[in-house]
Each structure stands twice: as structure tokens, then as C-alpha cells.
């Protein structure tokens, strides 16, 4: 809080009004994350190094065997640089902050146990026991939201101006449904390196510029969008996105240090959470569409195994079919960001056809 508090502070000053700019403090948010990852990450790869060797999963292609012994969750240093960065540029006061913080956290811990008996025990969680956990995180941070800000049931289609629906009670498992969906999306797409780090970083910055437009009352009328509070969460973003591109430093081809369940289960809660603060929760469906296709060709070879007794892909996820096809990590990887890039376009677009 103390930028915010500065800001406060010198209300009516030139500094003042300038440190109070949502716009600033967004800014200020990425570089100080960005910055506050390059002097403590490599201590971290060195620490994790040590503690937090990880295997190759045997349902992965053989070429993946050379990864074995990579470091891994690196999920806990991106947590603990954006909560200190939440406590410089926000306005803790916000309680909309605080839940997602508890969101991300509450989800990283669940990754860490599983990280953590992975490197230990050489096996996890078991899936029935994580999707627990997933359920009963979301549901303490989605009912503590609904009664702590009352943010309303309406479920707002893209695209359609005057179209939406009253959700009612069925908000609630709406919102939990959400969560723990793309929690676990976001961790199958976390295979290859960097592979979800980028379509994270372009799914926080198309979410970013709805909260900044949900925010701002005269943009929200404009646009016909619910007027959320929904400011802070910008800055929330912004520190998001500057850690993650450090990550992606040492995360890209091929991968110093991977991030684990930690990571990936915690932002893809923490992103899921961040759509339905600004009321576009539907938009995730087209700026998530990389972690939408990871999920759905595992539902479908699973379904076609089963049902029809054969597979529809080489393997799945679909990043393994296509590495199965003969197509190299790197070239994938940046494929999945330019389409996840160009999603986050039509994402936006959607908002001013409305």
C-alpha cells in the first residue's frame, strides 16, 4: 500500500495526483514486478536447483526424458512477487484484491502439496483429492465474494448488446465451475516450455484493459458493459504480467525451471477469477481458447477411447499430438501465442461491437 498511501498522502500535489492515476500504478505495478523477478529469480533457480528437481511424467513423448531433473515450481516465486507488488501499488482496501489474492494463494497451495509430493514421493496428489480442494477454495473464495460485495447474478453475453441473464443462486456454482475449470485447463497446457506462460500474459492483458474499462463509468456506458469495481484489479494484472515475462526469461525453450502445479493451477484460478470481477466472464471462452482446445482434445480422446475404442489424437493434450507429428517444441509454443494473441483481439473487439 505504499505507493497508494503516497499518493494519499500528497493528495492535491502534483505527485499526488500523479500516483493516483490507475494508469500509473499499472505501469509502475509491471516494472516493479518485472524488476523485483530478475533480482530474486535467479536465487530462486539456484534454491530450486537444490530442492525442487522434477521427473518427466511417463503420458509425455520420449523426446521429453531429457527434461528430467529440471527444477520446478517456479508458480512460488511469480506468488510471492506479486503479492509483495500487490502491497506496493494497490489500494489494500479494496477487498476485491484481497479475495484474489486468497484465490491465487488458496489454489497455490493446493499446487504446492502436489509439487511438493512429486519431488518427494515421485507422485502427486491424486486427481479425486486435488479436485476437492479446487472446489472447496473456490467455493470459500466465491461465496465470501457474493456476500462481501453483492456483485450481482447477471451473466452478460459478448457481442449482444442488451442481452444478458439473471443467474440468481446458480451464480455461485457458475463461478466455481469457472475456477476450478480453468485451473486445470491452464495446468494441461502447461506441457511444453513457456507454452502457457504466453497465452497467460495475453489473457491478463486483454482482462487488464476490460477491468480499466469496467472501472471507469463513462467507458463501461459507452461500451454497455457493467461498471464494476474493478480498477485495482488493472493493477493486479499489470504486476502479473511483469512477473511472468521474467519467468518466461528463464521458462522459455528450453526451460531453466518449469512452474509447476503451483503456478498454473493458482493463475489459472487467479485469471478465471479476474474475468468475473469485470462481468465478461464469457470472454474467457474466446481469449482462453488455447486452454479451452488443451481441455477439450483430452475430453475427446478420452471420449473416443472409451466409446468408439480408438483415439482421435497421436496423443493429448493436442501440443503432444502435434510433437508426435514432427513439429519441434519452439515452433508449437510460438503458434499457440500467436493464436492466443489474436484471440485477445477478437476478445476486445467483442466489447465494442457491443
Known sequence: ????????HFSGSSLGNFLHYVSVRSIGALMTSLCLYFIFGRRFLRLSEKLFRSQVRDDTPDSHQIKNDTPTMGGLIILVVFVANTCLWNNLARPEVWLLVACLLSFGVIGFIDDWSKVRARRGLGAKAKFILQ???AGFVVVVWHFLMSPGTRLCVPAIKFLDFDMGLLAIPWAMFLIVAA??????????DGLATGPLITNLSAFGAIAYLAGHKYFAIYLHIPHMSSSEITICCTSLIGVLLGFLWHNTYPAQIFMGDIGSLSLGAGLAFIALLTGQELLLAITGGIFV????????QVASYRLLGRRIFLMAPIHHHFELKGWNEAKITIRFWIISFLLALVALLLLKIR
Open 1 to 8: 500500500m505504499m505507493f497508494y498511501h503516497l499518493a494519499q
Open 183 to 192: 485451473s486445470n485447463a491452464v495446468n494441461l497446457t502447461d506441457g511444453l
Open 293 to 300: 482446445l488443451e481441455t477439450v482434445s483430452v475430453l475427446a
Open 135 to 137: 472446489c472447496l477454495s
